[in-house]
């Protein structure tokens, strides 16, 4: 399934004077509930996530330094790669998407849709 893994490839640029180093990062599923990220840059493991129920959707944000997963409850949880924090962000989710090119998300329960 195509949402059982997630690349972001960027290769080094000047932005607004300020060298940016090449980002390559790869979020995948080693089992139902066991979630890498390598950085293949650095040929390096970035995180490995374990949770405690089967995952169903993931993605990384457009600079990897975040990734947002659905578990099959659809609970709806956002890790931070920087800080090897996870958060859950919402319950029942039924829908979820970065927003391109940000670091916005949208996401849909049974009664809301949340930005964040």
Known sequence: SPH?????LNDARTDKGV????NKKIAYL??????R?????KEIEVATINHESKVDWLELNPSASKLLFRDRERNLHLYDTNTQQRT??????????WVP??????????DN???W
């Open 4 to 8: 059982f893994i997630s690349c972001r």
């Open 19 to 22: 060298e940016v180093a090449e």
């Open 30 to 35: 080693m089992d139902f509930q066991t979630i």
């Open 37 to 41: 990220v390598m950085d293949l840059v």
């Open 88 to 97: 859950t962000l919402l319950n029942y989710c039924s829908y979820v998407q």
């Open 101 to 110: 090119a940000s670091d916005v998300v949208v996401a849909q329960n049974r």
């Open 113 to 115: 849709l949340c930005v």
